[in-house]
């Protein structure tokens, strides 16, 4: 069974930074291509940034493009979001999400339907 674990919300002033993590277990971390998304309250959930599966790809939402940086480390299975200047806009329950897909495959992947596998998220809060 394929798991996906957050760490790393909290709340910071506005401006500040926060670097999330997302470890996953039961599956080839490898294989997925791995991605962020985050729902603030009363709104839908959105795309924020996805990683391809070597890391060499990555695409970014504009609202956070100049400001958030997806990594990924396939040795320790975990998938990162380093958020700098962060806004109180950016306040919101972060999910990662992953998709099996093949090495070469450089698609966006920016709809929900798009991941099997999905973390329970965690909240990150920014303080005007």
């Known amino acids: 069974q394929v798991q996906l674990v957050e760490s790393g919300g909290g709340l910071v002033q506005a401006g500040g930074s926060l670097t999330l993590a997302c470890t996953v277990s039961?599956?080839?971390?490898?294989?997925?291509?791995m991605g962020w998304f985050r729902q603030a309250p009363g709104k839908e959930r959105e795309f924020v940034v996805r990683?391809?599966?070597?890391?060499?790809?990555?695409y970014y939402a504009d609202s956070v493009k100049g400001r958030f940086t997806i990594s990924r480390d396939n040795a320790k299975k975990t998938a990162y979001l380093q958020m700098n200047s962060l806004k109180p806009e950016d306040t919101a329950v972060y999910y990662c999400?992953?998709?099996?897909?093949?090495?070469?495959?450089?698609?966006?992947?920016?709809?929900?339907?798009?991941?099997?596998?999905w973390g329970h998220g965690t909240q990150v809060t920014v303080a005007s």
């Open positions: 990683i391809s599966r070597s890391g060499g790809s990555r």
């Open positions: 999400a992953a998709r099996p897909t093949i090495l070469t495959d450089s698609t966006s992947y920016t709809s929900l339907s798009d991941y099997a596998h």
């Open positions: 039961g599956y080839t971390f490898s294989r997925f291509a």
